[in-house]
């Protein structure tokens, strides 16, 4: 929060004049955005070579291909998956490559809602990538046949009322988690659960991009861009990540599935190759994910943009942030800083005894809200909030004084607000 | 006083395995309780087409275990509109008569992509959804459908060679 306490009002000025220069950008040629006339094609941002074409289309093909396991005749080229997974092909969690749909009411979790491990205490020594030391990194709730699903996240939702200030009523929905069927009983004590919905592929490319210099020091973090915390500082690791632990399939960046010690017959299984995801299709993926464009909103609501900076929002959510090495593009409104902050104890995760882990979360870039609006909102790490107005109410920590802002403004300048982010 | 989120922890029981299945297709977030029930009872065996001249013709509101072909040997009504690799899959097509139009639900218990075409057109789905650990069905997608004597229902990417389906019309007030 020390930019909001210190200089909101000169970061909003700011801001401001970077609002209105990403919308003009918008429009022009360049664009990091396009119209997505059918969700099933996406397209890219650019004009492509034919060659960059062919590496895009066959990364889409990629992304919605629904991989099998090893040794299923006639599909050498998408065999391997698993035996332990979440879900068979990347498009069921990033749909088109959209965000991940979480859940509108109590349920299991759905697989674009992955149940994230992490051990505490190898945290606190400056590991901070080990996962649970049985369950590994990530809860699988898919298996092949002869396996068994580690276990499914059942989710509750607790409704919480209050007003703003103005009288106004609002209500959020607490989830909470039961992790049911454990196939190695219960978790270690030292471990998080980090719930963590599917993020949206739209303009990824773009962000890794964004020079270093453009990015706050980091001293006490790793340097990543992608991920809700971060944790990969390229796309090609955030894909392979992905693949090794959320679909068991190894790639030439790493080159083993999320199999512990303790799950010798995980570690047995029969493999697809060497690695599971070709060179050549990580490349297309890569291709695919570079180029994807931002879509385009349908809304047509009126700028908002000054009452968002003067909110204190756009410290966080930058209005533009410069790109290098991008034909006809020079800056972006990704709406983001790239940076991890902290949002206060009711967003952070828990531990296994349900002790608060303290958490940071990379600011989500907020592009492509609008396409989001096609469907029921799920949005934050978690998919709790129904509404970007929910998602606004959730922020505290270091976004308290933004969210304390927005509650005192009008209910006028409230849905102006709210509106135009429908746009972005 | 604030609530705060609780984690909390169940060992693997029976009673959960049994009751997982039902919980998990209460998940869906229209109410299918009727595609569910169309579900738990035996499928009408059916060979689904390898073009558009050899589809079978289906009824509405029955389901069918639809037996598929290798997808290379398929001839589709228009070219399927998601672009997947199709190694090893399977594939086929169908006919509905659809005698009113409006919103119809295809239900399937495996990871088909259905492509609905009428007059050589496919038509694009309005909503879809699925239910982790849910089989019966596994995916529910909607689309708005013109009366005709001849939908045509295209299966592709199946890693199975047969599977479950039901069309069904959407109930007026619950969608």
Redesign the interface.
């Known amino acids: 929060m020390k930019p909001r306490n210190g200089c909101a009002r000169l970061l909003a000025a700011v801001a401001q004049i970077g609002v209105v220069a990403c919308a003009n950008a918008q429009s022009a040629p360049g664009s990091a955005y396009a119209d997505f006339v059918d969700t099933r094609d996406p397209p890219p941002y650019a004009a492509l070579t034919p060659a960059q074409r062919e590496s895009y289309d066959l990364g889409h093909a990629l992304l919605n291909t629904q991989w099998v396991a090893a040794g299923t005749p006639r599909a050498e080229r998408r065999d391997g998956l698993g035996p332990l997974f979440n879900a068979a092909s990347c498009d069921a969690c990033h749909n088109e490559g959209a965000r991940g749909q979480g859940l509108m009411k109590d349920g299991v979790a759905p697989a674009p809602l992955v149940i994230q491990l992490q051990d505490t205490r190898a945290r606190s020594a400056h590991r901070v990538d080990d996962g649970d030391p049985v369950y590994g990194h990530v809860l699988n709730i898919s298996a092949l046949p002869g396996y068994t699903p580690e276990g499914i996240a059942w989710v509750h939702y607790a409704e919480r009322s209050g007003h703003y200030p103005d009288g106004t009523a609002w209500s959020l929905r607490v989830p909470s988690y039961e992790l049911r069927e454990l196939r190695y009983g219960a978790l270690s004590t030292g471990s998080a659960i980090s719930p963590r919905l599917a993020p949206p592929l739209f303009g990824v490319g773009l962000l890794a991009q964004v020079p270093e210099s453009a990015l706050p020091e980091a001293a006490d973090h790793p340097r990543g861009r992608f991920g809700w915390q971060s944790a990969s500082a390229t796309l090609e690791q955030q894909t392979a990540i992905a693949m090794s632990r959320e679909m068991g399939l190894t790639s030439r960046t790493i080159a083993h599935d999320d199999c512990t010690d303790a799950q010798p017959a995980c570690r047995s299984a029969a493999s697809g190759g060497t690695p599971e995801v070709s060179a050549q299709f990580m490349s297309a993926l890569l291709a695919f994910q570079a180029f994807l464009a931002v879509p385009h909103s349908n809304s047509n609501a009126g700028d908002a943009s000054p009452l968002f900076a003067e909110a204190g929002c756009a410290a966080c959510h930058r209005p533009q942030l410069p790109v290098e090495g991008v034909d006809g593009i020079t800056r972006i409104a990704a709406y983001s800083d790239l940076s991890l902050h902290d949002l206060g104890a009711e967003l952070a995760d828990r531990d296994a005894a349900g002790n608060i882990v303290p958490s940071r979360f990379r600011t989500a870039p907020l592009w492509g809200l609008g396409h989001a609006l096609r469907r029921p909102l799920t949005l934050l790490h978690d998919g709790r909030a129904r509404s970007i107005e929910e998602a606004i109410l959730w922020h505290d920590g270091e976004a308290l004084q933004a969210r304390r802002r927005f509650e005192a403004s009008s209910a006028t300048d409230r849905k102006r607000l709210l509106d135009w982010l429908g746009t972005l | 006083m ?12 029976p009673l ?2 049994l009751a ?1 299945a039902d ?2 297709c ?2 869906f ?1 229209w109410d299918v309780k009727h595609e569910h029930t169309l579900f738990i009872h035996e499928g009408r065996m059916a060979t689904a087409g390898k073009d558009d001249k050899s589809a079978p013709m289906l009824d509405v509101d029955r389901l069918y275990l639809l037996g598929l072909s ?1 997808q290379e040997n398929v001839k589709f009504a228009t070219p399927p ?5 199709a ?3 399977s594939a086929g097509l169908v006919h509905f008569r659809i005698a009113k139009a409006g919103q119809y639900r295809v239900s399937v218990d495996v ?1 088909f ?1 259905i492509d609905a075409v009428v007059d050589g057109k496919s038509i ?1 789905s309005i ?1 879809f959804n ?4 849910c089989t019966a069905p596994r995916k529910i997608v909607v689309y708005d459908l013109p009366a005709t004597p001849s939908l045509t229902l295209q299966f592709s ?1 199946s ?1 199975e060679a047969r599977g479950h389906i039901t069309l069904t019309p959407v109930p007026a007030a619950k969608q």
């Open positions: 604030k609530l705060l989120p609780c984690v909390a922890f169940a060992l693997m029981l959960f395995q997982h919980d998990a209460s998940g977030k290798p509109a998601k672009k997947m690799l190694d090893g899959a990871p992509w694009p909503d699925g239910a982790q650990g990417g890693t």
